[in-house]
Nanobody
Framework: QVQLVESGGGLVQAGGSLRLSCAAS????????MGWFRQAPGKEREFVAA????????DYADSVKGRFTISRDNAKNTVALQMNSLKPEDTAVYYC???????????????????WGQGTQVTVSS
């Protein structure tokens, strides 16, 4: 079992940057593909970014490509989301998620992820 704890959310002006971090428990972190998702009020949870077990593969939602970067440090059991050029429409609760994968792959669908963090609020003011 994996426990995930996000941090780094907050209030930022449009055009600013934030760095989210997700700390995972357990000794097999390198066996898990990781992802970031977000949910705005009244909307469904949506995919933001994903990274494979080794970090060699990444994928992004079209809405964040070129602005957000996902990375991981398997030695520290952490995954990060660097968010630049933030827009008001990026406002949401951001969730970290994990799924054990047999192969190195990115996972972009919500229902495949087994473990979720509690979320961290990101608010971008205009």
């Amino acid at each position: 079992q994996v426990q995930l704890v996000e941090s780094g959310g907050g209030l930022v002006q449009a055009g600013g940057s934030l760095r989210l971090s997700c700390a995972a428990s357990g000794r097999t972190f390198s066996m898990y593909a990781m992802g970031w998702f977000r949910q705005a009020p009244g909307k469904e949870r949506e995919f933001v970014a994903a990274i494979s077990r080794s970090g060699g593969l990444t994928d992004y939602a079209d809405s964040v490509k070129g602005r957000f970067t996902i990375s991981r440090d398997n030695a520290k059991n952490t995954v990060a989301l660097q968010m630049n050029s933030l827009k008001p429409e990026d406002t949401a609760v951001y969730y970290c998620a994990a799924v054990n994968t047999l192969q190195s792959q990115v996972v972009v669908t919500t229902d495949r992820y087994r473990y979720w963090g509690q979320g961290t609020q990101v608010t971008v003011s205009s």
